[in-house]
């Protein structure tokens, strides 16, 4: 392998010395490398030679220059490997006027990009018009070169660019900012808003406040960047159509960590988040309905939530039943309140939810499926199930199967809480239940532990703690009906921000105003005003 990397690296550095193959004819036999698109990287891509060429998006050559190409995707279409040379050739028709690069190869059938960054027409060479640039290669053995063809099935792949006044393929790129950002192009790309089709674009962008981070959209949909010192990078790779590149600087300080929903018949659980929030709620408090598409839109889209009170939330899609893989590998979630009118859990619901260490299972619930608890945290922790076989003419609590909590340790540490001292022999006298380490009748501290969020309840009182702060004699806020007033007796600045009690922003401006109304439905709010903050109650 060592070897074939030195010959290749050498063939790149003497390929500006190598002799034209002048008057050479090219193989009537294709070669067995073929271009091909199935990952994106359409055929050859060459670079502008000057300023000049780029500012005009053409590419030209002659005797003496260089430039670079890029050829892709690549893949041996005849056998199952390929060992000799791949070359830039310049043509005229079927004729090899000279070479421009060389670089030996071994190369199985997996597909490949090949990089030529220094590709050089060799001094004299006369380039005429109609002359092109193409892909040659020669196999370990043969006397010719055979041109590069296209694997059948391709669609829109370059196998040949005109040596003079080729019209380069662009695509537009649009890169936008909201304020509190700012962004720039990678040095790589030739061009700010453009970029040779096939080719790749970088964008780095950065946020201007210490408590902004960033969210790039491509397209509309949300991409993930890579964060490195200060800046955010991101890569369009093999870009073969107009793309749209949207960077959004997020206040996380005015993001809700706490907020209560209610999710209806016309309006699913995504849609009670404004932009972004569902990001970094942590403490999540839902009533309404619930369906299949809210559960995995929690496990899918919510990567902050840590604690979730379903209790006042009815599933209605499936026959009152938690999803199949409702929270499968959320390793984030701690406690977790199902709804009251839950009847069966769907297999695979909470599997690899490893920090899930507290669970109530209402009164409802009597069906589990397969590995329900497996390689989950509840094993350390405590599971409530107030199901009541007496109340159901039964004698034993109702059965599970024996990978319900799998790889838990609950045989060990895991406490089971049941409905009331009757239960608890009914629960010891079923395979699986009785395994639990310890089994007892719910208590009211058991109940608190399992009800009590603590994330919920830190951040409420941390708005309130922050509301007993007075406010600066500059600026006094006042509950009215129909909303809230804020007065002050100079022209400063103010800075307002307006929170419900769920810990929703409902307002934010800025004003240098005697008199600032701000219509607010009745409810408790906390109201801040740079930077301190004022609880009140619009009647």
């Given at each position: 392998?060592?070897?074939?990397?030195?010959?290749?690296?050498?063939?790149?550095?003497?390929?500006?010395?190598?002799?034209?193959?002048?008057?050479?004819?090219?193989?009537?036999?294709?070669?067995?490398?073929?271009?091909?698109?199935?990952?994106?990287?359409?055929?050859?891509?060459?670079?502008?030679?000057?300023?000049?060429?780029?500012?005009?998006?053409?590419?030209?050559?002659?005797?003496?220059?260089?430039?670079?190409?890029?050829?892709?995707?690549?893949?041996?279409?005849?056998?199952?490997?390929?060992?000799?040379?791949?070359?830039?050739?310049?043509?005229?028709?079927?004729?090899?006027v000279a070479l421009a690069a060389e670089v030996s190869i071994e190369q199985d059938n997996d597909r490949w990009v090949q990089r030529f960054s220094s590709c050089r027409i060799p001094e004299g060479t006369e380039v005429l018009d109609g002359d092109e640039i193409a892909l040659v290669s020669k196999q370990t053995g043969s006397e010719s070169y055979c041109l590069l063809g296209v694997m059948p099935g391709a669609d829109e792949v370059t196998t040949r660019i005109a040596a003079r006044n080729y019209r380069l393929p662009f695509c537009t790129v649009t890169v936008t900012a909201t304020e509190g950002a700012e962004t720039t192009v990678s040095p790589a790309n030739l061009y700010p808003?453009?970029?040779?089709?096939?080719?790749?674009?970088?964008?780095?962008?950065?946020?201007?406040?210490?408590?902004?981070?960033?969210?790039?959209?491509?397209?509309?949909?949300?991409?993930?960047?890579?964060?490195?010192?200060?800046?955010?990078?991101?890569?369009?790779?093999?870009?073969?159509?107009?793309?749209?590149?949207?960077?959004?600087?997020?206040?996380?300080?005015?993001?809700?960590?706490?907020?209560?929903?209610?999710?209806?018949?016309?309006?699913?659980?995504?849609?009670?988040?404004?932009?972004?929030?569902?990001?970094?709620?942590?403490?999540?408090?839902?009533?309404?309905?619930?369906?299949?598409?809210?559960?995995?839109?929690?496990?899918?889209?919510?990567?902050?939530?840590?604690?979730?009170?379903?209790?006042?939330?009815?599933?209605?899609?499936?026959?009152?039943?938690?999803?199949?893989?409702?929270?499968?590998?959320?390793?984030?979630?701690?406690?977790?309140?199902?709804?009251?009118?839950?009847?069966?859990?769907?297999?695979?619901?909470?599997?690899?939810?490893?920090?899930?260490?507290?669970?109530?299972?209402?009164?409802?619930?009597?069906?589990?499926?397969?590995?329900?608890?497996?390689?989950?945290?509840?094993?350390?922790?405590?599971?409530?199930?107030?199901?009541?076989?007496?109340?159901?003419?039964?004698?034993?609590?109702?059965?599970?199967?024996?990978?319900?909590?799998?790889?838990?340790?609950?045989?060990?540490?895991?406490?089971?809480?049941?409905?009331?001292?009757?239960?608890?022999?009914?629960?010891?006298?079923?395979?699986?239940?009785?395994?639990?380490?310890?089994?007892?009748?719910?208590?009211?501290?058991?109940?608190?532990?399992?009800?009590?969020?603590?994330?919920?309840?830190?951040?409420?009182?941390?708005?309130?703690?922050?509301?007993?702060?007075?406010?600066?004699?500059?600026?006094?806020?006042?509950?009215?009906?129909?909303?809230?007033?804020?007065?002050?007796?100079?022209?400063?600045?103010?800075?307002?921000?307006?929170?419900?009690?769920?810990?929703?922003?409902?307002?934010?401006?800025?004003?240098?105003?005697?008199?600032?109304?701000?219509?607010?439905?009745?409810?408790?709010?906390?109201?801040?005003?740079?930077?301190?903050?004022?609880?009140?109650?619009?009647?």
């Amino acid at each position: 392998m060592k070897k074939n990397f030195f010959i290749a690296l050498l063939a790149l550095i003497t390929a500006g010395t190598m002799q034209p193959a002048r008057g050479e004819r090219l193989s009537g036999t294709p070669s067995p490398i073929r271009i091909t698109s199935e990952i994106g990287k359409i055929g050859l891509s060459p670079a502008p030679l000057s300023a000049h060429d780029a500012e005009e998006g053409i590419f030209s050559v002659q005797g003496g220059t260089r430039f670079s190409l890029e050829a892709g995707d690549l893949r041996v279409y005849s056998g199952n490997s390929f060992s000799g040379v791949l070359a830039v050739a310049l043509l005229r028709g079927n004729e090899i006027v000279a070479l421009a690069a060389e670089v030996s190869i071994e190369q199985d059938n997996d597909r490949w990009v090949q990089r030529f960054s220094s590709c050089r027409i060799p001094e004299g060479t006369e380039v005429l018009d109609g002359d092109e640039i193409a892909l040659v290669s020669k196999q370990t053995g043969s006397e010719s070169y055979c041109l590069l063809g296209v694997m059948p099935g391709a669609d829109e792949v370059t196998t040949r660019i005109a040596a003079r006044n080729y019209r380069l393929p662009f695509c537009t790129v649009t890169v936008t900012a909201t304020e509190g950002a700012e962004t720039t192009v990678s040095p790589a790309n030739l061009y700010p808003d453009k970029v040779i089709r096939g080719r790749n674009f970088t964008v780095a962008a950065r946020a201007l406040a210490p408590s902004h981070i960033l969210a790039i959209e491509v397209n509309g949909s949300r991409v993930p960047a890579n964060y490195v010192g200060q800046n955010y990078f991101y890569t369009l790779e093999y870009v073969t159509s107009d793309q749209t590149v949207t960077i959004t600087a997020i206040d996380t300080a005015a993001m809700p960590k706490y907020m209560e929903v209610t999710p209806t018949a016309d309006k699913r659980l995504k849609a009670c988040f404004a932009k972004y929030e569902a990001d970094y709620v942590q403490s999540l408090n839902i009533k309404g309905e619930l369906r299949t598409e809210d559960f995995y839109y929690m496990r899918d889209s919510m990567p902050a939530l840590l604690e979730i009170d379903m209790r006042e939330a009815t599933v209605t899609s499936p026959r009152q039943s938690i999803p199949e893989r409702a929270f499968e590998n959320n390793t984030q979630i701690q406690t977790i309140l199902l709804p009251e009118n839950t009847t069966s859990l769907g297999s695979n619901a909470f599997y690899c939810c490893q920090s899930l260490h507290n669970i109530m299972l209402p009164a409802g619930l009597n069906q589990f499926g397969l590995n329900q608890f497996g390689k989950s945290g509840v094993g350390t922790g405590i599971v409530c199930a107030l199901w009541n076989p007496y109340e159901h003419g039964s004698m034993s609590g109702f059965r599970i199967l024996h990978c319900a909590f799998a790889n838990t340790g609950y045989q060990y540490t895991g406490t089971l809480c049941v409905a009331n001292e009757e239960c608890v022999n009914a629960y010891k006298a079923v395979d699986y239940w009785s395994d639990f380490k310890t089994i007892k009748a719910v208590s009211p501290i058991d109940l608190a532990k399992l009800t009590r969020l603590p994330i919920k309840q830190r951040i409420l009182k941390e708005m309130e703690s922050s509301a007993l702060i007075a406010p600066k004699a500059a600026a006094t806020v006042a509950g009215e009906n129909g909303g809230c007033t804020v007065r002050q007796s100079g022209e400063e600045e103010l800075h307002i921000a307006v929170y419900g009690i769920d810990g929703r922003r409902r307002a934010a401006l800025t004003t240098r105003a005697a008199e600032t109304h701000l219509p607010l439905a009745g409810g408790f709010y906390v109201v801040s005003v740079n930077g301190i903050a004022t609880k009140i109650v619009v009647p």
